[in-house]
């Protein structure tokens, strides 16, 4: 069979001089070379590099950075010396400000060149894109980190994969995260050599400490520790009774004296091969097993209940947004855009339904906008911590539904004659095209759509604004797309969040 000939003379190996036109949706800049499009990690719009190319296809290349030529405008010095090697972040070469420049022209690039342009037109999203909410502090924001423990040449190492492999970077700090975490990576590292604990190899599937998980409540400054090990699930009574695993108690003890934040020390089971990082099964060693979370507001013209804070108790395992600080935010303009979509209904007699709800943190923060509350997951931990966290905050008109959003939704949009405003918070995959359809048939008059992926976004925002009309999609019918407005949940890396409202048409 003839070889497919290629349409550009490009060779991998070869050493070319480009300028970054624009940032593609993985967070790599663009060049371009004859009307090639070159994708090349940790760029900058506006820089001007010596690229070497080591992956060229038919239809486009990827690019290494060999110099910096002429650094765009917004090129900085990273703040971490480990981000050169480290995969944990990807953005740290760009100023905060050209961070959020980059993030919103992703969002609006993407939903016209995805959602078509003949529904999301640059014109209209100059009228209905926000402006995207930043964050105070792009630096030690996270309250959640995992390390993965690797054995090399003789030595325990932990922290972050570099980019693009599966090395170890043995980091001493992350600019992304709060000091105490540096501290407890290097105590529990420094326990783990001197207890002499066996690494896990992937390759081989055998060892025993797999990860090192490490949660922070920002509200009472207390951490939950979390070893995960590739070992069967046992019940405390065994584990007590077992010379082998006890360790980790005596582990738990001396890092509870060193770090007076350690609240609790677990311990998670995974015995499977693959790289998932959590088991199903955890194990509380010292201290309550769980730390407390409040997320509160500073505006004034919200709720008392919202000032005050909504307490979230957290497990090794709950879903939880990474950012504290900027959950807040997006919290708020969930909020808003329902008492736009609510108008008097608001705080009345209101049903709303959070589907891909997690411990419930939209479903609770809306709770006072509505008379009912239903919270659909499929994940029965979160249900129970989702459960929990209601009890913790008094609310008492929100209903869990612990089933998959295919199934109970539709079940909810046939059975209930009232449903007022739909919150979609999907994963990265989106909504099951199966969900789009059902909502389009008999789902409620208003739409709020939390994404964490523009692409999804913007597939499924394309279907919501649209109709088969003999075999044609037409922007005429279905949902139309009232407000956008990007977050910045993670800063020093290229994901970003997306809240939309959508009405009926």
């Known amino acids: ?29 663009v060049a371009k070379i004859d009307g090639v499009p070159v994708f090349i990690e940790r760029a900058v719009v506006g820089d001007q590099l010596k690229v070497m190319l080591f992956d060229v296809r038919k239809d486009f290349a990827r690019g290494r950075i060999e110099q910096v030529l002429k ?35 992703l969002v609006k690039e993407t939903l ?14 100059q009228s209905i894109m926000q402006p995207i909410i930043g964050c105070h502090s792009p630096f030690n924001y996270r309250n959640k980190a995992q390390f993965p423990f690797q054995f090399q040449n003789g030595k325990t190492l932990a922290g972050y994969f570099e980019h693009g492999s599966h090395n170890l970077v043995n980091i001493d700090t992350c600019s992304i995260q709060p000091a105490v975490m540096d501290h407890v990576l290097h105590v529990c590292r420094d326990l783990v050599r001197g207890h002499r604990l066996s690494i896990y190899d992937e390759r081989k599937h055998r060892g025993l400490l797999r990860h090192l998980n490490v949660r922070m409540s920002f509200a009472e400054e207390k951490l939950l520790v979390t070893f995960v090990i590739n070992h069967e ?11 082998y695993l006890q360790v ?3 582990i738990a003890q001396d890092l509870m004296a060193e770090v007076d934040s350690v609240e609790s020390v677990a311990l998670n089971f995974n015995p499977e091969k693959g790289n998932r990082i959590m088991g199903d099964a955890t194990l509380n060693v010292l201290g309550r097993g769980y730390i407390e979370e409040v997320l509160k507001s500073g505006r004034h013209d919200l709720p008392k209940s919202m000032q005050h804070g909504l307490r979230f108790r957290l497990s090794s395992e709950s879903f939880f947004q990474v950012n504290s600080e900027q959950s807040v935010k997006l919290l708020e303009l969930v909020h808003d ?48 911590d989702g459960k929990t966290n209601a009890e913790l905050n ?98 020093q890396t290229y994901h970003v969040e997306t809240v939309v409202l959508l009405t009926r048409n």
């Not at 290629?6 to 190996?13: I, K, N, P, Y």
């Not at 010095?77 to 919103?104: D, V």
């Not at 016209?112 to 999203?125: P, Y």
């Open 112 to 125: 016209v060149h995805l959602g078509g342009g003949a529904i999301f037109s640059e014109e209209r999203l």
């Open 337 to 384: 855009y329902a008492a736009e979509a609510l108008g008097a209904a608001s705080g009345s007699d209101a049903v709303i339904v959070d589907a891909y709800a997690g411990v419930g943190t939209i479903a609770l923060w809306l709770a006072h906008q509505g008379s009912e509350i239903f919270a659909i997951e499929e994940n029965e931990e979160a249900v129970k």
């Open 394 to 491: 008094g609310i008492s008109n929100l209903t869990f539904l612990a089933a998959r959003v295919e199934d109970a939704l539709d079940e909810l949009l046939q059975d209930r004659e009232q449903i007022d405003l739909l919150v979609l918070d999907p994963p990265r995959k989106g909504v099951d095209g199966e969900v789009l359809r059902s909502i389009k048939e008999r789902g409620p008059r208003h739409i709020i759509y939390v994404s964490c992926n523009p692409a999804t976004l913007a597939r499924d925002l394309k279907i919501l604004e649209s109709q088969d009309t003999d075999g044609e999609e037409s922007a005429a019918c279905g949902y139309k797309t009232i407000r956008i407005r990007p977050v910045d949940l993670f800063p």
């Open 1 to 29: 069979m003839a070889k497919v000939k290629q349409a550009h003379s490009l060779e991998r190996g070869q050493l070319v001089d480009v300028e970054i036109l624009s940032i593609a949706g993985g967070g790599a800049g």
């Open 71 to 105: 650094p765009g405008a917004g090129r900085t010095k990273p703040e971490c010396k480990h981000f050169e090697r480290c995969g944990g972040c990807q953005w740290q070469q760009m100023t905060y400000a050209e961070q959020l420049r980059s993030k919103e022209r």
């Open 248 to 250: 980790f108690t005596r």
């Open 233 to 243: 699930p046992v019940k405390y009574r065994d584990f007590a009774q077992d010379e």
